[in-house]
């Protein structure tokens, strides 16, 4: 994975974060014991990564049970990256903890705030320098906010040509079949980006 993405790997990167998860024939035994009788509900894995904006490149990602929050997985999505540019994120990573976790690596937090999100810092100032932004300027805020689409694109684009099931049996192997969806949605994205560079065209086209 870092063969194939880290010479795309850059200072500054505007970062997109983001969760979904990918269906087992697992029987969902957790959900059994909720309700206390047997169910045909099957388990999921919940993919986690973080994608460059600019270019769609996966450059980090994380896997956990479907009942995982996303929140604590958002530190191990950036900390392996550079120096950071806007991170974006829906309203599972908005903490005073992930705000600084971004501020300290010199990027600027677009978490959305959930409705009970307060002004108290807490010891986490990256946090306050925020929610201000965001009342003071919420529609300026929201703009940069909105580009988090990007990574709803990627799973799109994953579960439409290498399907949302995982056909392995075995957790173990779960993981890594999942692995390859990943690596290969990587590969086809790396070689789209440097087919834009070498004919100087737009990865992206805005759709009017």
């Known amino acids: 994975m870092n063969l194939v993405t880290r010479f795309l790997r850059r200072k500054g990167m505007n970062i997109a974060v983001d969760s979904s998860g990918f269906r087992t024939g697992n029987s969902s035994i957790w959900y059994d014991i909720r309700i206390r009788r047997r169910n045909t509900r099957k388990e999921c894995i919940k993919l986690h990564i973080s994608v460059d904006v600019d270019t769609g490149i996966i450059h980090w990602f994380t896997m956990t049970p479907s009942t995982r929050h996303d929140s ?53 100032p990256a946090w306050i320098i925020s929610i ?43 993981k890594k079949e999942l692995s390859l969806k990943v690596l290969s949605y990587n590969v086809k994205q790396v070689l789209l980006v440097q087919y834009a560079n070498e004919r100087k065209i737009p990865l992206w086209k805005s759709v009017e």
């Open 132 to 174: 201000r932004e965001y009342k003071n300027n919420t529609e300026e805020w929201l703009s940069t906010y909105h580009l988090r689409s990007i990574v709803e694109s990627v799973f799109s684009s994953i579960k439409k040509r290498w399907g949302s099931f995982l056909r392995s049996r075995r957790k173990w192997m779960q």
């Open 72 to 124: 604590p997985e958002f530190k191990n999505l950036i900390k392996h990256l550079p120096e950071l540019g806007d991170v974006l994120g829906d309203k599972a990573y908005s903490s005073r903890n992930n705000c600084q976790i971004v501020a300290d690596k010199n990027g600027k937090p677009y978490l959305h705030f959930k409705d009970n999100a307060t002004n108290k810092a807490k010891t986490k």
